[in-house]
């Protein structure tokens, strides 16, 4: 990754270099960059322990910090990816909950580091940036589910 002025850091307990690689593995334009070791001994590690990951999810710059469990992921953060179909949507939660994530509502999952990604259909963020009857149909289509279902969405948009 070249020196970007902006990136996003998630801090993990340890798992760093392997979400990296869970990331770089579903999800295109991805990769995993430099990863950076201790150079001795320190409180927490020792010596040749990862300490820093830089990585990219969907083109989005990261550095993955192993910072041990003080600091806690929560929902306030979240990736949200645009999927254009229901074999997109299905690939992406797939992938994050049968791999030790967990299933949330409305689209929102969690993997099993801690981070939060919303898998959500164009359907849908086009259904509600129309507004009116048709925003308010797939809202409330979208309010009953896990993993979004895009035909749902779609028969809801109709009316």
């Known amino acids: ?31 995993v960059g430099a990863v950076h070791r201790a150079p001795t001994d320190y409180p927490m590690g020792k010596a040749g322990d990862v300490l820093t990951v830089e ?8 550095i993955g ?3 041990g469990t ?7 953060f979240s990736f949200q990816i645009a999927t ?3 074999e997109e949507t299905d690939r992406y939660w797939n992938a994050i909950v049968e791999n030790g994530g967990q299933e949330s509502q409305c689209g929102w999952c969690k993997d099993r580091y801690g981070i939060s990604w919303q898998i959500t259909p164009r359907t849908l963020t086009e259904a509600m940036a129309r507004g009116g009857a048709e925003a ?24």
């Open 1 to 31: 990754m070249a020196n970007p002025k902006n990136l996003i850091c998630l801090m993990y307990d340890k798992g760093a270099e392997e979400a990296a690689h869970f990331y770089a593995k579903v999800f295109p334009d991805s990769s």
């Open 84 to 86: 254009d179909s229901q």
């Open 70 to 76: 003080y600091f806690k992921h929560s929902e306030a």
């Open 65 to 67: 910090v192993n910072g």
């Open 136 to 159: 308010q149909r797939a809202f409330t289509a979208m309010m009953s589910m896990k993993k979004i279902d895009v035909a749902k969405i779609d028969a809801a948009r109709k009316g």
């Open 55 to 62: 990585f990219t999810v969907l083109g989005i710059p990261c």
